[in-house]
Structures are given as C-alpha cells and as structure tokens.
C-alpha cells in the first residue's frame, strides 16, 4: 500500500523492564522455563472523535474494556515487545516497550501479568495523535506491516473506524445508506491501496463509538462501519473481530490536533467517494500533462469501469495540490483544477458516460494529510496530497495547517 511512511518507525521509545530477565531462571522450587519472546502492535492512543481508552480516575490507570484488558494480559505469559501507533493523520509507531516477565519465583511470575497490563495502560495513556485527523487505513497498514514478522499475528485496534485523511476520508461523502463497500474496495486495489494484513488476525474494540466534537454516527452508518472495514481487512489478506463491547463516552483530556467531525446525516443513499493518488497517476512538475499518458489512460479506463453505474449522475472532479513552502495558494488551485479538467477529459474519453464537474482546490483539500519531516520524508507527505478526487457531491476548502 503506498502511503508515503513505509515501515512504522519508533518516534519515542519507553524503555521499561522489571527485574528478571527472560530465559529459564533457577528458583527455590526448581527451574522455570520462559516461553519464547513475542510481539505486540496495538492502533490506540488519544486523538479527537473516539473515547479515551483509559480510565485515570482509579489509583492506578486501567483500560476501560474489560474484555480488551483480559486478551492483553493473556499474552504477558512471556517477555512482550509492544508497539503502539495512534491513527492520527500520520500513522507511525510512537511508543515501543519491553515488558519483561519476572519469574525469580511462583509468587512473582504470578502476579508479573497484572504489573506489565498497568505498565501497558500508562503507556497508552501517554500516547497521543501529534498531527491533525486520522488515517485509519494507513494505520492498520502500518500496523499489519510491524505485525508481519511476529508469531502470533494478532493486531489490536481501538478506534470508531470514523476516518478523516487517505483514500478513506470519509467527511467527503464516503458513506450513505445505499453505498456499495465492493466498489470502494476495488478502487481502494486499483490504486494499490489496500493494507498488508497477510495471516493478521484484527482484534476490534470501540467501532461506531465517538466523542466530542464527533457526533453519534445512526445506525445505518454504524452497519457501513463494519462491512467496510470487514471487507477491507480481509481484501488484505487478514480477518476481523469486532467486539461491541459498550465504551464510556468520555473525551480524551488535554489539547489534541484538530479531526474534522464526519456528518453521517446529510449524505446520499449512494454516494461516490474515490481517490486518485499520485502513484496511480501522476503529473508533469507545475503542469496538467500527465507524465505517462498511457499508464494514465490504463488506469483512468479501471477507474470509468468502477464507476460505470454512476451514468447519468453528476460526478465532480477535484484536483488537490502539497502545499510546499513558499508556493502561492492561487498558482497551486489553477494548477489543481488543469489537472482535474485533464483527468475529466481521460474519464470521458474512457466511456464514463456521467456528468462531470471539475473543480481546483490546491493544498485545502478536506481529508489532506499532514506534511511533515524534510528531505525524502517531506517529498513522501507531499506526495499523498497530490491527487484527484471523484465525489457525488462539490467539496469546500478548508483551511490548510501545513
């Protein structure tokens, strides 16, 4: 999946340990014998729009899931290396721990499981979305990817699946009572966007379940939740639980970045949402003219088949921009909307049959990722904001943040 972050690298590491090492360790009563080390990836952490996954208010913090907490403390039977990667707009692993099994004798190895769980709930109280909305699909690519190499391929997510950013930003129109999750997932393949979830087994908690500013998603939305998500996990080779334990509606504390609240109520029954990323076609520097015409066209031809039962609509095609420094906002929106007329004229040309609409948004395109970092990192941000959009309905601007 081209997301721009590649593997999940560590932005902070909490380096924890008890007293023990792993191993078999001599005791009073004999040796005892460690199992072999093994991995842990969870999608958690604060961000605006989902309930904290912690509950401060007790002597120690807890995870607010009772049956989240006993399938974590079930696997610190060994020493645990655990990966935490928030799914805000930038999704990478920001906390990494080893928790260590203390088996100096029976009383310890015993109570070793609780200590590491506690561990592990102030670890996720601590982390925290550091840019602005939530890539959703990136994370559990993220995710899938850190899991690949660990015996038990099992990924924890907590999160309401309300994503904000990526080819699955839903504040666009993604959803509606009517919207057909097959086609979402093929356009999602075609531009080689579908997560590495190969053998992962995807634990789910907290699905369709928000927090302010997010408001509560009806039920049809809720049912659209789950079947996309299901079908996008198993289209990446995984499966998925989802646990519909209920969660205390309380807003994570504290300032965190801005996730734009997604209007389930105001949508259409079958609405058209589909991103073109730059790696599926990609433009000359500063013009409208693609760089490969006929991989373009290849591409464009998939695109018309997928949405060839939207004939007869009105599709509006919008260009997006990055936003590099020192580049002038309204160079950057004539430039996007040349693009979005080159890709309406290939779509028609394709034999899709709709009405098009074309429109130029520049860098303030809603569901844009953070770009961040510099050098190659800088150029990868940017390049998941160069792209077109296909909707159903014409998108506003918002306001560009970096």
């Given at each position: 999946m081209r997301i721009g972050i590649g593997k999940p690298t560590a932005r902070r590491i909490i380096a924890m340990s008890l007293l023990a090492l792993g191993g078999a360790t001599v005791?009073?009563?004999?040796?005892?014998?460690?199992?072999?080390?093994?991995?842990?990836?969870?999608?958690?952490?604060?961000?605006?729009?989902?309930?904290?996954?912690?509950?401060?208010?007790?002597?120690?913090?807890?995870?607010?899931?009772?049956?989240?907490?006993?399938?974590?403390?079930n696997r610190f039977d060994r020493d645990m290396t655990v990966s935490i990667i928030p799914a805000d707009g930038d999704p990478q692993a920001q906390a990494t721990e080893r928790l260590v099994l203390d088996v100096r004798n029976g009383e310890k190895r015993q109570q070793s499981p609780e200590n590491n769980i506690v561990r592990l709930s102030n670890s996720l109280g601590d982390v925290r979305a550091s840019s602005?909305?939530?890539?959703?699909?990136?994370?559990?690519?993220?995710?899938?990817?850190?899991?690949?190499?660990?015996?038990?391929?099992?990924?924890?997510?907590?999160?309401?699946?309300?994503?904000?950013?990526?080819?699955?930003?839903?504040?666009?129109?993604l959803l509606?009572?009517?919207?057909?999750?097959?086609?979402?997932?093929?356009?999602?393949?075609?531009?080689?966007?579908?997560?590495?979830?190969?053998?992962?087994?995807?634990?789910?908690?907290?699905?369709?379940?928000?927090?302010?500013?997010?408001?509560?998603?009806?039920?049809?939305a809720r049912s659209k939740l789950k079947e996309l998500w299901t079908a996008v996990v198993e289209a990446g080779g995984g499966k998925v639980t989802f646990h519909d334990d209920a969660v205390l509606a309380s807003p994570p504390a504290g300032s965190l970045p801005k996730v734009t609240p997604v209007e389930f109520g105001n949508v259409q029954a079958k609405p058209v949402s589909l991103t073109i990323p730059e790696s599926q076609i990609s433009?000359?520097?500063?013009?409208?003219?693609?760089?490969?015409?006929?991989s373009a066209m290849k591409s464009l031809h998939q695109i018309a088949a997928i949405l060839k039962d939207s004939s007869g609509q009105t599709l509006w095609v919008t260009g997006c921009t990055a936003n590099p420094a020192g580049a002038s906002a309204s160079v950057m929106q004539d430039l996007s909307k040349r693009?979005?007329?080159?890709?309406?004229?290939?779509?028609?040309?394709?034999?899709?049959?709709a009405t098009l609409k074309v429109q130029g948004l520049g860098p303030a395109c809603p569901g844009r990722s953070p770009e961040t970092g510099s050098g190659a990192d800088l150029e990868a941000s940017h390049a998941k904001n160069r792209l077109v959009l296909i909707t159903s309905r014409e998108l506003a601007p918002i306001p560009v943040q970096g």
């Open positions: 005791t009073g009563c004999g040796a005892q014998t460690v199992p072999p080390p093994g991995e842990m990836v969870l999608i958690a952490g604060s961000r605006q729009g989902v309930p904290s996954v912690i509950d401060g208010s007790g002597r120690v913090p807890q995870i607010i899931i009772s049956s989240m907490r006993q399938q974590l403390i602005g909305e939530s890539d959703l699909l990136g994370a559990l690519d993220a995710g899938g990817r850190a899991s690949a190499t660990a015996a038990d391929k099992t990924l924890y997510v907590y999160d309401s699946g309300v994503s904000t950013a990526g080819p699955l930003a839903m504040q666009n129109g509606g009572t009517g919207t057909d999750v097959s086609t979402i997932v093929e356009s999602l393949r075609t531009a080689g966007n579908i997560p590495a979830l190969n053998g992962v087994m995807v634990q789910w908690w907290a699905l369709g379940q928000v927090a302010a500013p997010q408001s509560d998603p009806p039920v049809w433009f000359l520097p500063n013009a409208p003219d693609f760089v490969d015409a006929e693009r979005a007329h080159t890709v309406a004229d290939a779509l028609t040309k394709a034999g899709l049959s």
